[in-house]
């Protein structure tokens, strides 16, 4: 099986998954964590450019998961995160990772976080190498073996 392939199929089971769980994710914590992960995905490579930032908004926007929440509210928790991430990536990332900590207490959240992430991070068909790296060090905040995740 092609890499896109397998990569298009990975994020579709992750979606599959995560929408099983909906009713169990609706948390402040998951919601926190979630969005810092999603902008953790988004800065991978240490920039964002706008149509990147808009594409990750879009994908935040129709996640059926997401949904428990006010979409206002995640549009302003994904742009202070990133906005975090674009001034100083390297100190933006340690808060961005407290955030991501947050979900920790409960390992079903936790799970969704990292499933949220691979979901982002494979939207665009290039669940790049930078992309992989920034979830995998989430599963590390988490206390998740990113070989679960297959990262």
Do not use: Y
């Amino acid at each position: 099986m092609a890499l896109w392939d397998r990569l298009k199929e990975s994020a579709s089971t992750m979606q599959t998954q995560l929408m099983a769980k909906k009713n169990d994710l609706k948390s402040g914590a998951f919601r926190d964590a979630s969005m810092a992960m999603c902008a953790l995905v988004a800065a991978a490579d240490g920039t964002v450019d706008p149509s990147e930032r808009q594409r990750v908004a879009q994908l935040i926007a129709i996640n059926e998961v997401l949904r428990n929440f006010d979409a206002a509210d995640l549009q302003r928790r994904f742009d202070e995160n990133l906005g975090k991430l674009t001034a100083d990536f390297a100190f933006g990332k340690v808060g961005v990772l407290q955030e991501i900590a947050k979900a920790k207490k409960k390992p079903a959240e936790a799970r969704a976080v990292i499933q949220i992430g691979i979901v982002i991070g494979g939207a665009d068909g290039d669940f790049d190498k930078a992309e992989q790296a920034v979830v995998r060090e989430a599963c590390f905040t988490l206390g998740l073996p990113p070989h679960e995740f297959d990262l």
